[in-house]
């Protein structure tokens, strides 16, 4: 049982204005559930026992939940953001044993026990900072056998976790050794990977890198007909670097979420508003790769909801801490502080298709209390941990 009072309570219930803000409010907990909620004035005299925490006005939000990471992962590419730094091209850092080989060659000699260390201790740090909800993608191996069984390790990480993880399979890249016959190399995804994937239940959706370099718009729609037919939710990269007409067939298919966006056209912008598919913000490799800025403005003009990502993973964005690219998408990408809850809050959860990212009683108790009042500070003080309290359903 957890007890709070004397909080200001972000609900971002969706049948509340906003971010659902109530001020000197108290929430209450039983097990992995919210039971109560409401204005402190109100709390039931029988529910106000046990050991409470008075927040001191102090705000309470919904667990966090980062939508979009690749954590599952081995081997160190700090190096080469040092080399990037220091003003390195691609093909320098390619030729100095960089770029996605660095994760792939460590990733398939690490053993399951290290990789699913590995994915706890970040699993670990993501909590702390507020993440209670976190989707993790494969796609540091790129064989079948290999994808099958990152998505086992996460799923034995997930088993033993206090954070909720959602599994999904991601057609990352062509390996380069395959680059010669890539017909039968997507062939092996769609009719033995994809199928595996849904039979045993392993993820909950597909995601295809669907961009200049990674697969072509064809390709990625014998993914996601294969994900279909293997019962799995689809989701895709859209747009980082050019615009293939990613988030028109991602639309045409009912997708949860489409991700990146910085090249993405009014048609793709009105496709994705008309089938309810969210667009997930990622400004950390955007900054970091000093990509152009999506088109925040079009996207919430269509009505399209926004979410954001961390993108951690190991290239173009380590990053554990959600308030991080909160800061960034609202000062980068000109997004709202209300916009940027949401973000990582309800349309998060959206674009995982979870039940979280909300505080309503019968949901589930998955909070944080923060060491501020101001739902601003959190972007604002973007440097700072303040995360006070981290509340999970699963203990
Ligand atoms: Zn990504």
Redesign the pocket.
């Known amino acids: 049982m957890t007890l709070i009072r004397n909080a200001t309570v972000m609900t971002c219930d969706p049948q509340l204005p906003s971010l659902g803000l109530l001020e000197r409010a108290a929430i209450r907990t039983e097990g992995p559930v919210i039971t109560w909620i409401g204005k402190d004035l109100e709390l039931p005299p029988e529910l106000a026992t046990g050991a409470t925490i008075d927040a001191g006005g102090r705000l309470v939000t919904p667990g966090l939940v980062d939508c979009?990471t690749?954590a599952i992962f081995a081997g160190d590419r700090a190096d080469e953001f040092a080399m990037r730094a220091a003003g390195a091209t691609y093909l320098e850092i390619a030729a100095a044993g960089g770029g996605i080989r660095a994760s792939t060659g460590p990733t398939r000699v690490a053993s399951d026990e290290q990789l699913i260390a590995l994915l706890h201790e970040r699993l670990d740090t993501t909590r702390a900072a507020g993440t209670t909800s976190i989707e993790v993608?494969t796609g540091y191996d790129l064989t079948v056998a290999g994808e099958l069984r990152l998505l086992r390790c996460i799923a034995a990480a997930a088993a033993t976790s206090r954070s909720r993880v959602v599994p999904t399979l991601l057609a990352h890249l062509i390996p380069a050794e395959r680059a010669a016959d890539r017909d039968a190399y997507v062939r092996s995804l769609c009719t033995e990977l994809i199928p595996e994937a849904g039979r045993a239940r392993l993820a909950t959706s597909v995601d295809v890198?669907c961009d200049e370099g990674a697969y072509t718009l064809a390709e990625t729609r014998a993914i996601l007909e294969a994900a279909r037919a293997a019962g799995l939710a689809v989701r895709a990269?859209v747009g980082q670097f050019a615009d293939l007409g990613g988030a028109e067939l991602l639309a045409e298919f009912g997708g949860l979420s489409a991700?990146?966006l910085e090249q993405v056209s009014a048609t793709g912008i009105t496709a994705l508003a008309a089938a309810g598919v969210v667009a997930v913000m990622?400004p950390g490799?955007c900054v970091q790769l000093r990509l152009p800025v999506p088109p925040v403005a079009a996207l919430r003009a269509a009505g399209v909801r926004l979410a954001i990502g961390s993108?951690l993973?190991p290239g173009s964005s380590y990053c554990e801490s959600l308030a991080v690219p909160m800061w960034l998408a609202t000062t980068h990408f000109a997004m709202t502080v209300e916009e940027a809850w949401l973000g990582v809050t309800r349309h998060a959860a959206a674009a995982l298709a979870i039940d979280a990212g909300t505080l309503t009683v019968g949901g589930p108790a998955d909070l944080v209390l923060w060491r501020c009042t101001n739902p601003a500070d959190v972007p604002y003080r973007y440097g700072s941990d303040l995360v006070d309290q981290v509340f999970s359903s699963r203990g």
């Open positions: 979009h690749h993608k890198y990269h991700d990146h990622l490799a993108d993973n």
